[in-house]
């Protein structure tokens, strides 16, 4: 069950309401400021590894262009990165990418500081 190599189709996408609300009561998380990671070790019925969905506080980021901008380089930056982390791991994750920063971010550094939230994230998950 190897992910698909850059890309990130629709059965990868975290959508179920109750798969989140039990990520954000039952899950563990990890940061690297300004990113934090939330996930939960779950099955799913698609043959994924991983369901992912992004966020972007509204509280920070009133405009939505905004908001949709960051969510769009924290897709990316998870796109282009996840075969090099998740390729090894045998089961099934839930996961949530919050951006927690007040500053509209780089994609460099998106993408920076997910490679290291995916490095805290491995090193608790074999733990």
Not at 96 to 107: A, E, R, T, V
């Amino acid at each position: 069950m190897k992910l698909k190599s850059q890309k990130y189709p629709k059965e990868e996408k975290l959508k179920s309401k109750k798969l989140i609300d039990l990520l954000f009561s039952e899950g563990q998380s990890v940061s690297a400021f300004p990113l934090r990671l939330v996930y939960l070790n779950t099955s799913f019925n698609e043959p994924v590894l991983a369901k992912t969905g992004v966020s972007v506080s509204k509280r920070n980021f009133k405009t939505a262009v905004d908001r949709n901008r960051i969510k769009r380089l924290l897709r990316e930056a998870y796109r282009l990165n996840k075969s090099n982390y998740f390729n090894n791991i045998t089961t099934q994750y839930a996961f949530m990418i919050l951006y927690i920063g007040k500053d509209k971010p780089s994609f460099l550094e998106v993408e920076t500081k997910m490679n290291a939230l995916f490095e805290k994230f491995l090193s608790n998950a074999s733990n």
